[in-house]
């Protein structure tokens, strides 16, 4: 499988109580940082992300509807939707995220200057890429910049990066899904000597 990226992710409805659920919750106590929650291997110098996971009922609507409209393969629930604000000067290294889940985010600024960075970079396996080597990220790739409403969905674990935001760009907005995949569906372990999964 590879990255499936596409448009119109979720109805305007859904959009709208997203965004009156986050305005709703700017000042409580209920943020925290990816350098409390990321592997320190894939935080480096970043600015420091915000992120909030959004509550299960909700969660669980927006699962839903994602799979209703078909942008996920599988119908799920109990799974935290995270919601994180990128300030000028976050990025992520190349990567590759945790074996066993989909990995999905969804872009939520409604304008974003390509100029700003913050584009979502990656190479599906193979080409001369192991899976999980570590010591190897792509010397090419392939990449899309945040529009609005737009997703990536990585189903194989893929390599991928985030380049840095510019210090004169916007908070970049985006939900982060991390999702279980099928037992059968799982890829095999990384080769001995890898680095940890973030």
């Known amino acids: 499988m590879a990255v499936i990226h596409g448009r119109d992710a979720l109805s305007d409805a859904t959009l709208?109580?997203?965004?009156?659920?986050?305005?709703?919750?700017?000042?409580?106590?209920?943020?925290n940082t990816n350098l409390n929650i990321w592997d320190a291997g894939i935080v480096h110098q970043s600015a420091p992300v915000m992120l909030h996971p959004i509550e299960q009922a909700f969660s669980n609507?927006?699962?839903?509807?994602?799979?209703?409209?078909?942008?996920?393969?599988?119908?799920?629930?109990?799974?935290?939707?995270?919601?994180?604000?990128?300030?000028?000067?976050?990025?992520?290294p190349w990567h590759s995220d945790f074996i066993e889940k989909y990995s999905m985010t969804?872009?939520?600024?409604?304008?974003?200057?390509?100029?700003?960075?913050?584009?979502?970079?990656?190479?599906?396996w193979g080409l001369g890429i192991e899976r999980h080597d570590w010591s190897a990220p792509p010397v090419k790739c392939?990449?899309?910049?945040?529009?609005?409403?737009?997703?990536?969905?990585?189903?194989d674990t893929e390599w991928h990066s985030v380049t840095m935001t510019t210090p004169n760009a916007p908070p970049r907005l985006t939900l982060?899904?991390?999702?279980?995949?099928?037992?059968?569906?799982?890829?095999?372990?990384?080769?001995?000597?890898?680095?940890?999964m973030s």
């Open 16 to 31: 709208q109580r997203l965004f009156q659920y986050i305005e709703a919750r700017r000042k409580d106590a209920c943020w």
């Open 61 to 92: 609507d927006l699962l839903a509807e994602l799979h209703e409209r078909g942008k996920l393969p599988y119908r799920h629930e109990g799974v935290t939707v995270m919601f994180y604000a990128w300030p000028a000067g976050s990025y992520i």
């Open 106 to 124: 969804i872009y939520l600024n409604q304008e974003w200057n390509p100029d700003h960075g913050g584009a979502f970079c990656w190479q599906d």
């Open 142 to 155: 392939q990449m899309i910049r945040p529009q609005f409403n737009a997703y990536a969905l990585m189903t």
């Open 176 to 196: 982060q899904l991390f999702l279980p995949r099928p037992k059968a569906d799982v890829p095999p372990a990384p080769k001995p000597g890898g680095m940890s």
